[in-house]
């Protein structure tokens, strides 16, 4: 194969007048009878190059073709550009053409298509400037998340996505099943004998892969998962997806607060890598769709987090005499509403809040002496509210056995989790950090559904 030469390094180049091979798909083309200017990307960077092609070097049936969406290679020579808005430019002296897109047909002919529109055409929205900057920010995200962690000596535990325990919690399951569903095998009481299902139990999609992170964390000190998860919740938001990737490190001898500490420098870990090496992508999605992004992200890392308990964020929000679409109550889940409130109107700043209601969190959350809250930790960011929930969790085999019995969960689902705490138990905490509510925040994007290549949400698996 001919050397290809990426356009990000192109347009870097500190040589010209050299010969240059690229590949790419045509973002529009100029022109007229004597010179045409077709303007090329390869996904590199967010910056076309030009290529500059003289009518009459090339088969009129060839130019013809060259539209918006082709896909051509070119070989030609970089100069330095004569025209406004690139440093460079390549005259072409061959082009090849790989795929036409016949402009009657193609999609993305025009520019300007809505969101909503290019989410009907997840195959193709790729190939716009907001889905290539959106999926370059990711990836450098998922990047920066494996070498924060490497570099803080965790180790990366594949956790299991099919699962038998529905333990957790964390919200409906979808089930994994190989029975024939018009005719499945019951027993004689009629209900379903899944005992001749694949596993020989009832299995689901994972929800969290934090139970089996503890179990990691109790040899190998420091470890994480970064996997996919799934919830069959139908909660049609723009912050709620079926099918999500969750970040959870679970590190062993940490109370809440060396858990805060770790949430706090992570979080701004990955914010700076954004803002240091996707600087073009961010720029544009500015531009696009929220002037006010790079701002929001200097925010994150300018500030302290606050920390501050749940009761203390209650009684805040009772007296800010504010009309909340739902009631604030203590006892009651707060509603990203009131995160948003107590993060963007009263602190100004990131919060964590601590010490929730046991009722309304997980049962592993190590038990306040007040016998009213639980050592959990959630991290509130603007515009997103919750972006990560955590907790110390209860590490004495006592306290946790009661509260699996008072909140009726299935013991014999748990015999392995509760095993940790009979041998060799530590105190240890974690936390879960959705990775589209990141992508969501430091994109700037408004909906969850335009920040993972192919959205999986209630009515839709399309793509
Ligand atoms: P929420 O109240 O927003 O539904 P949760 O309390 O159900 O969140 P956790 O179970 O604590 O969330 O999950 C940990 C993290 O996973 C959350 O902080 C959030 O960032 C993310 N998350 C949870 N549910 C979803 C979802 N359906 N789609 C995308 N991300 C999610
Ligand atoms: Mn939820």
Redesign the pocket.
């Known amino acids: 194969m001919k050397e290809r030469n990426k356009i990000k390094d192109l347009l870097q180049a500190t040589q010209v007048d050299v010969d240059v091979h690229i590949k790419g798909w045509v973002r529009t083309k100029r022109g007229n009878k004597n010179i045409a200017f077709i303007n090329i990307n390869d996904g590199s960077t967010i910056k076309n190059i030009q290529v500059v092609a003289e009518m009459a070097s090339f088969d009129e049936s060839l130019m013809k073709k060259i539209t918006t969406g082709a896909c051509v290679a070119v070989t030609g020579r970089l100069v330095e550009s004569l025209g406004k808005g690139q440093t460079v430019e390549i005259q072409a002296h061959k082009i090849e053409l790989y795929g036409e897109a016949d402009p009657e047909k193609y999609p993305l002919q025009k520019k300007g298509h809505s969101l909503e529109f290019l989410r009907e055409i997840a195959h193709l929205r790729f190939r716009t400037n907001t889905f290539g900057a959106v999926f370059r920010i990711r990836h450098a995200l998922a990047y920066a998340i494996h070498k924060y962690f490497d570099e803080h000596g965790f180790v990366y535990l594949h956790t299991p996505i099919i699962t038998g325990s529905d333990a957790e919690g964390?919200?409906e399951m979808f089930r994994v099943t190989t029975l024939d569903v018009n005719n499945p095998p019951r027993k004689d009481d009629g209900t379903i004998d899944f005992h001749e299902d694949f596993f020989g139990k009832e299995t689901k999609l994972t929800v969290?892969g934090q139970l089996e992170a503890e179990l990691g964390a109790m040899s190998l000190s420091e470890v994480y998962t970064f996997g996919p998860t799934f919830?069959a919740?139908n909660s049609n938001t723009p912050?709620?997806?079926a099918e999500?990737w969750?970040i959870e490190p679970e590190m062993a001898f940490y109370d809440i607060h060396d858990n805060m500490d770790l949430a706090e420098d992570f979080v701004k870990y990955l914010v700076r890598y954004a803002l240091e090496n996707n600087a073009d992508d961010l720029a544009f999605l500015q531009k696009m769709y929220d002037e006010d992004l790079i701002d929001r992200l200097r925010f994150i890392l300018e500030n302290t987090f606050v920390r501050a308990t749940y009761t203390e964020a209650v009684t805040i929000l009772e007296k800010s005499g504010q009309k909340f679409e739902f009631p604030v109550q203590w006892g009651a889940d707060l509603q990203a509403e009131h995160e948003r409130y107590l993060v963007e109107k009263h602190y100004k700043k990131p919060v964590i809040l601590t010490d929730y209601p046991k009722n309304i969190k997980a049962f592993y959350m190590k038990q306040n002496d007040d016998g009213k809250t639980v050592r959990a930790m959630d991290v509130l960011f603007p515009r997103i509210g919750?972006?990560?929930?955590g907790s110390q969790r209860e590490e004495d085999y006592q306290k946790l056995n009661v509260r699996i019995k008072e909140l009726n969960l299935p013991e014999k689902d748990l015999w392995w989790y509760l095993e940790t705490r009979k041998f060799g138990t530590a105190p240890h905490s974690g936390f879960?950090?959705?990775f589209?509510?990141l992508v969501l925040f430091v994109t700037g994007m408004a909906n969850?559904r335009d920040v993972i290549p192919f959205p999986r949400t209630p009515k839709n698996a399309e793509f």
Do not use: N, P, T
């Open positions: 964390a919200g969290s919830r919740e912050r709620h997806l999500f969750m919750e972006i990560i929930g879960g950090l959705g589209e509510r969850i």
